[in-house]
């Protein structure tokens, strides 16, 4: 890993003072996708500026329609605190291993956008809203693609707010090496409709409008049963070629959909 | 860049000056000289490097030194107390739970941090726990023996 500029930030303000002022700066939360990126030097930033210790981003509030997660909470208090939605505290609990999950956190997890990562299809299954130290963004206009998102440059999340929903799930087939998703699908009821959200499957999280439709009209497994997604585009590597992952994708939902109903 | 760090290392008081690139492991490892603390693999898999911040089990490859200033850290060589034994490092030692030891550290710190949070586990929750430290020898069955053997002496 290459040297650069160490700061602890006491405030989003500051945090975000400090990485104007940096060539090239990077917010560092729990560490846990950025520092091994470092090291392999995928990453070479000129700055690190903390935000593990910002009181203001830690911690889960649970408001009367909804329940709000600082961006620098870790898995592990998710996993503690998200009690008004079970599938997203379980969905935390199923993160990497108890270490990972002492030390990363929702706002690293989806500022990195990680293919394979889980808490996007939480975002995006339950349709939360990001708010940013400028705005906020829906779920659905997050996640742009393969390590990519609406975040522009020095833009800090701040926190996520999930709405609660009348029942959701999410069940992931674990790549079981590291835990990220080989396929991982949430799927959500809600007063709006029902929401289908796809991770591991694609270079970024998406939703299946076709299972929605079905399961809007009868929330079980059977309704999505001849519903699939096509292989064209999906992930494939040594794990699971794109023709599996389709598979999967039609599988963890039906489960996904028993789990919740 | 340098900077000054301070933290308190197994109830002592300790402080030193590192690049800011430094993890937690080269300074407990090189700056401490506390070589319990093991580094396996340097890509966050394996556990071996696995210690505690403020009681919670987190792998020290992946953390700096930086994030845990001002913090309380435990490694493997705080928890004897008087020349005797943690019943964790007792039970391992009992149960036969190692072979070359490498994991070690990492095994009996995490296996104390899952009692922390789960004080009676059965053996599926053990093994499930386990996810993060990875051990080459024991085929990890007599660890989840000394665990539970564990998990009844300290009262959970
Ligand atoms: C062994 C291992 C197994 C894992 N398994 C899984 C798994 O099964 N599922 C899964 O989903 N993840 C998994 N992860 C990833 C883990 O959850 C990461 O901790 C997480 O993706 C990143 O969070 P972090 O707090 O560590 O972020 P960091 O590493 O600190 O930061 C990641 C990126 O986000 C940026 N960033 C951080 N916080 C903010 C913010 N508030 N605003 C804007 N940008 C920000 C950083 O600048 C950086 O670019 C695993 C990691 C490891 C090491
Ligand atoms: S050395 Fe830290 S996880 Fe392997
Ligand atoms: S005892 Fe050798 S690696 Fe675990």
Redesign the pocket.
Known sequence: MYNFNYHRAGSVDEAVALMAKASDG???????????TMKQRLAQPTDLID?GRIAA?NGVKTESNAVVVG??TP?AEVNASAKAIPALMALAA????PH?RH???I???I??S?P????PAALVGLGATVKTNKRTIAADDFFKGLFETA?SDG???VSVSFPKPEAAAYMKF?QPA????LVGVFVARTSGGVRVAVTGAGPSVFRVKAMEDALKAKFTPDAIKGITVPAKGLNSDIHGSAEYRAHLVNVMARRAVAAAA | MTIAVAMKVNGKAVSGQVEARTLLVQFLRENLRLTGTHVGCDT??CGACVVHINGKAVKSC?TLAAQADGTEVTTIEGLARDGKLHPMQEAFREHHALQCGFCTPGMVMSAIDMLRRIPRPDEATIRHELE?NICRCTGYHNIVKAIQAAAKVMGG
């Open positions: 990077r917010f560092l939360a729990g560490g846990h996708s950025l520092l091994p935000i981003l961006a620098a898995h199923k993160i990497g291993d990972v030390r990363g956190t706002g690293g997890s500022a990195n990680d394979a990562a889980d808490y975040l833009e800090m999340v674990p590291s835990r990220f998703a | 966050s898999q992946t993060g």
